[in-house]
């Protein structure tokens, strides 16, 4: 008898002992199974970019504007927004030396251009220039922005770009419609290197404007084709169900 209940014990405790392992892998099956259902999506990096002008014109002006398309929040998250100006220079610069000595003369055709927001504060400022230097005879007394005391310098042109990015505050920039930056342009050219130098100057200038939005899309991933219609039964009364049922079976089992 005794041999017959030391059997029966250790029956018993076998059984325990794996009752306790397959309850242990229970909350790991819940697991995956919530984590399969769960709702999950894939984010996707994008950018649009575009461009918008002011002809290059006599200075000074400061009444001119880009019009750039805002972004609309609806793509996705907006994560920077970068803003290029590219300033341009033209024109021509006439130097006459006037002094009874010779001087080595040097002159700038130069504007400064700006883009600014709405409220004119600045967001980007460039200053491109076209240097030309010669060494000139003294004054001849002819006027003529020629000779040996003068020279004209005509079709000259340089660029000058600068870039900024914004990884906050885009209030200024999202939304639908359009953006209306303001643009100015300053002459800038001057000359120096004789006490007395006639010059003119003739300035031009332009901008281009460009800005690139980087933003995320989320997209949804798309679910799994079930093979098996699915149950009305909401998933945590299903998980509760088979848990009270194995434990039943095992409580039955061991009693």
Known sequence: MQ????????IN????IQMHRHLSKIPIAIFAIAASIAPTVSAEAASLKYQSSVNVQKTNYFHKFVTLPKFNPELGDLTSVKLTLNGEVQGSIKLENT??????VTADLAAEVKLLKPDKSILLTTLPTASKS???AADDEILDFGGTSGATFNNLSSTETESTVF??????????GDLFLPVT??????GTGAGNLAQVFNTFAGAKVEIVYDYVVRIPKKEPKKRVPESQIPLGALVAVGVCTLLKSKYYRLV
């Open 3 to 10: 041999r017959v209940r030391r059997n029966k014990n250790k």
């Open 13 to 16: 405790q076998i059984e325990e």
């Open 99 to 104: 002094d009874a000595s010779p001087a080595n």
């Open 134 to 136: 010669q060494e000139f």
């Open 167 to 176: 990884t906050s505050g885009f209030d200024l920039f999202k939304g639908l």
């Open 185 to 190: 342009a300053e002459a800038k050219s001057k």
